[in-house]
């Protein structure tokens, strides 16, 4: 005998009492005990009214179930929630396991685009190489396809290398260039073609082909030996422009000795003169003197001119600055007031200051 609760009224009465002596309604055999939440409820009833568990034609009293009845009725929903908490874990180990897969495979293949993207830059062949080797079984059929075709492309590059380099041809280095301008060996070939165009510029010797040099590797690697020889040339070598120079400077000395104009054959001195006509320390002071001393009375007039016969040496004497000692023959015809006519000759030996001034003239008759 069980204390239970009137379904009816909720008094507290015995399962084993005929009747409820609160309400009166019948109570022995006519109760049951849901199996799934306990709750005491008449029998005729198709379900719990406290969870809804169906009755199931279940038709023990409730204070008569017997003790393997109750086990069975709460044996049932632990079997089922054991079952549950089972379907769920698997359910949650393979979710797991596949969110793992998907993150790894993810990884996989961001890993191969990252050494895709590497080696398709590279020009080394064994970078991609080593991608093939590596990725051959994981990349996709285009990556591989690109990357053996890249590969193809590098070799027959270094083929081609190869057989510019022996020919030392200058223009097979260029042409090597032209068709592969991002060759791991572009610096290497700007390199032996700077060096053969040194070579032929060295050869040469001269400032037109240091100059060519030059324009043609501003940056060469031997821009600064150019420049250094450009002025050790210069400073030996007589260009035409020093010629030019030279000419004009005894032409117009002699011109104005023809005209006797003393300023302007003094002009053509420096205002120091190291000598001049065998006087050494001389002045302008000197040069005008000598003119009035070759024009004697009896000179109706005098012409003198070079032969064009300059032997020019050429000397530096500071940065960009030269000196030319210079030697040439001048002749002179002088007209007499009689009429008659005289011709000499000199041999001319000067010396010319940066400023393109005489700092030294002297002359020696030449005998017929």
């Known amino acids: 005998m069980a204390m239970i609760k009137c379904p009816e009224c909720g008094h507290e009465i015995s399962d084993q009492a005929p009747y409820c002596p609160s309400c009166g309604v019948a109570i022995k055999d006519k109760l049951t005990k849901c199996p799934a939440c306990g709750q005491v409820y008449f029998k005729d009833q198709p379900a719990c009214p406290k969870c809804g568990h169906p009755t199931n034609g279940q038709t ?6 017997t003790s393997a009845t109750v086990t069975e009725n709460m044996t049932t929903p632990t079997k089922r929630n054991n079952l549950l908490v089972a379907a769920v874990a698997v359910f949650a180990a393979l ?4 969110i793992c897969y998907f993150f790894y495979h993810q990884s996989s293949v961001e890993r191969e685009n990252q050494a895709y993207e590497y080696a398709l830059s590279s020009t080394d062949v064994q970078v991609v190489q080593n991608y093939l080797d590596t990725y051959m079984d994981e990349a996709s059929e285009e990556h591989i396809q690109n990357m053996e075709k890249h590969l193809s492309e590098l070799k027959q590059s270094d083929e081609e290398w190869t057989n510019a380099l022996v020919s030392g041809s200058k223009s097979a280095l260029e042409q090597y260039l032209e068709q592969h301008p991002d060759s791991p060996f572009k610096s290497l070939a700007i390199h032996k073609i700077d060096s053969i ?3 032929a510029a060295q050869a040469a010797n001269t400032v037109e082909a240091m100059e060519t040099y030059l324009e043609q590797h501003a940056d060469g690697e031997h821009v600064d030996e150019a420049n250094q020889n450009i002025k050790g040339i210069n400073a030996k070598t007589v260009q035409p422009e020093d010629k030019l120079m030279v000419r004009s400077i005894f032409d117009s000395f002699f011109s104005s000795i023809n005209n006797k104009d003393e ?13 001049f006509l065998g006087k050494t320390n001389a002045t302008r002071n000197d040069v005008v003197t000598f003119l009035h001393k070759i024009y004697k009375t009896d000179i109706a007039s005098m012409d003198w001119s070079t032969v064009g016969d300059y032997t020019i040496n050429k000397k530096e004497v ?7 000692s210079v030697s040439f023959t001048a002749g002179q015809n002088v007209s007499h007031t009689d009429g008659t006519n005289v011709q000499n000759k000199y041999r001319i030996s000067a010396k010319i200051n940066p400023d393109g001034k005489i700092t030294d003239l002297n002359m020696v008759k030449l005998l017929e």
């Open 197 to 199: 165009d040194w070579a």
């Open 60 to 65: 023990e009293n409730a204070g008569i179930n």
């Open 318 to 324: 500071g940065d960009g600055q030269y000196e030319y």
């Open 95 to 98: 979710l797991i396991g596949g």
């Open 263 to 275: 300023d302007a054959v003094t002009s053509a001195f420096g205002s120091l003169i190291n000598s």
